[in-house]
């Protein structure tokens, strides 16, 4: 153990594996101290050019000191600060005000410790909101990609896991597309929900810059607009208590909750898919799939996505009971819990669309495992069209489905009780009852037929409802995406 007062390996230290292990840099650092208490001088620098601009007396000296050290932050000097005051926001007021010694007077001038804390707050989810955004919209445009190159490979599908009517491999990547884009939206909608707490005083009544501007309310409206507009939002909350409400981090974490449930979906998907080694995501060349069974290809790319969806979805639920315990105009037991679950719930949010559209650029398919897969459950789904072209030709429906009956129940023998391949078509072949539909035979197996509309629907859908949400993200695309582990 390092002895008291000497710096610590930082081995040796917890430390979240959300942030050295997996997330972005920007996503990181949206979270950071360095972005945090930044932001807390810039939003005492725009109060206080507001308060000036309506006629308090403030110098232009004294907004210029503000300016030259908004980066300039002695995080050693606010940490003592914080250990003797136990009050982050009158820390870091006093360390302001030692390197503006001539505008310590007036920094923070009418306001709460939440002019800041929540104000940053808002700022930063927003932030976050626009990180994420991109994101979501390359891993859209990478599946979009993949759907239309595999619009028309018929695949078996599976309702309850067992076998179903065919799809074709685009129409079931275009199921993952749609509830992406409906994610898209939810975060797009979620972001330009959000509004600024702004200028409200300790219990939202704005009673201390009422008594700074004599009384004058138009002023203290003014302020709160100008100072909303500067941190870049459209509006403002009209009431708040000491906070702005945390319903609003519901609508927050709810949006992402429901974004892990949509990947969560996709990987427990191209992991069942591997198992049937139909799909696989990208495995490198020097990857170990297991320490003891070299031949082994483990999806651990979608396993993290699941891995981390879970936490994820589970996330909301601080916020939803927070907002509950929340007494009148503030209560301070949401303070710790949301230092936690607002930057976990991006920074895993982050990680996954990362790790997904690695994914989705490296999607590998084996169309001989999908035919062969189809071959083995075709036979009994294409019952009914032999039945029809039997009774076209003449034959009586109800002897008909007799023998057929007959013959796909030794067939299923076969397959299940001998482990061999489906025989019945060649049963049906051998059989002089269905000579007459021997010759149609491949045409009523062929599965392009068993599809339906699925590539029609794929082209539509792609076109329509797809391409056209991805054109404000166009610009931000980029290249493809390695994952750091």
Same mark, same amino acid.
């Given at each position: 153990m390092a002895a008291p007062g000497e710096e610590q390996d930082v081995m040796a230290r917890y430390r979240s594996p959300l942030v050295s292990r997996y997330a972005s840099a920007e996503m990181a650092y949206n979270f950071s101290e360095r972005k945090k208490f930044g932001t807390w001088r810039r939003l005492w620098l725009y109060l206080a050019q507001a308060e000036k601009s309506l006629g308090l007396p403030i110098t232009d000296e004294q907004i210029q000191e503000m300016e030259a050290n908004l980066d300039n932050i002695d995080f050693k000097m606010a940490a003592e600060e914080e250990k003797k005051l136990r009050h982050d926001v009158m820390a870091h007021v006093h360390t302001f005000a030692h390197c503006c010694p001539k505008a310590a007077a007036i920094i923070h001038l009418g306001a709460t410790s939440c002019y800041v804390g929540d104000n940053t707050d808002l700022i930063v989810l927003r932030d976050g909101f626009n990180l994420l955004l991109p994101k979501l919209a390359r891993v859209i445009s990478r599946l979009a990609d993949f759907a239309e190159k595999y619009a028309d490979m018929p695949a078996l599908g599976f309702t309850h896991y067992q076998p179903a009517q065919l799809t074709t491999v685009g129409k079931r990547c275009c199921l993952w597309i749609q509830d992406l884009c409906m994610d898209l939206q939810n975060l797009e909608r979620a972001r330009d929900d959000l509004r600024f707490r702004g200028v409200k005083g300790t219990t939202g009544t704005q009673?201390?810059?009422?008594?700074?501007? #004599?009384?004058? $309310?138009?002023?203290? #409206?003014?302020?709160?607009?100008?100072?909303?507009? !500067?941190?870049?939002?459209?509006?403002?909350?009209?009431?708040?208590?000491?906070?702005?409400?945390?319903?609003?981090?519901?609508?927050?974490?709810?949006?992402?909750?429901?974004?892990?449930?949509?990947? $969560?979906?996709?990987? =427990? +998907?191209?992991?069942?898919?591997?198992?049937?080694?139909?799909? &696989? #995501?990208?495995? &490198?060349?020097?990857?170990?799939?297991?320490?003891?069974?070299?031949? !082994?290809?483990?999806?651990?790319?979608? #396993?993290?996505?699941?891995?981390?969806?879970? $936490?994820?979805?589970?996330?909301?639920? +601080?916020?939803?009971? =927070?907002?509950?315990?929340?007494?009148? &105009?503030?209560?301070? +037991?949401?303070?710790?819990?949301?230092?936690v679950c607002l930057a976990e719930a991006f920074l895993t949010a982050d990680i996954i669309l990362s790790t997904l559209q690695n994914i989705s650029e490296g999607l590998v398919v084996y169309p001989k495992v999908i035919e062969r897969r189809i071959r083995q459950e075709l036979p009994f789904m294409a019952t009914e069209n032999i039945i029809m072209a039997m009774v076209k030709a003449g034959g009586n429906r109800q002897d008909c489905h007799e023998k057929i009956r007959v013959l796909s129940q030794q067939a299923a023998a076969v397959v299940k009780q001998e482990g061999g391949d489906n025989d019945f078509i060649a049963r049906v072949r051998a059989d002089p009852y269905f000579s007459p539909i021997h010759k149609q035979l491949e045409s009523l197996l062929d599965p392009s037929s068993f599809t339906g509309r699925a590539p029609q629907q794929v082209a539509k859908f792609l076109k329509e409802e797809v391409r056209p949400a991805l054109i404000p993200y166009q610009s931000k695309m980029g290249g493809k995406i390695e994952l750091a582990l």
């Open positions: 009673a201390s810059f009422l008594q700074l501007f #004599e009384g004058d $309310h138009s002023k203290v #409206e003014e302020l709160d607009r100008l100072v909303t507009a !500067k941190a870049g939002f459209k509006r403002a909350y009209m009431v708040t208590g000491q906070t702005y409400s945390r319903k609003v981090d519901i609508g927050v974490l709810a949006v992402l909750a429901s974004l892990g449930a949509s990947i $969560h979906k996709i990987c =427990t +998907d191209i992991r069942l898919l591997a198992n049937l080694k139909e799909i &696989e #995501e990208p495995f &490198e060349k020097d990857q170990i799939g297991s320490s003891a069974m070299p031949y !082994k290809r483990n999806p651990m790319r979608s #396993e993290r996505c699941c891995s981390l969806a879970r $936490h994820l979805m589970t996330l909301v639920m +601080d916020p939803l009971q =927070t907002a509950a315990v929340q007494w009148f &105009e503030r209560t301070l +037991d949401d303070s710790a819990n949301r230092r």
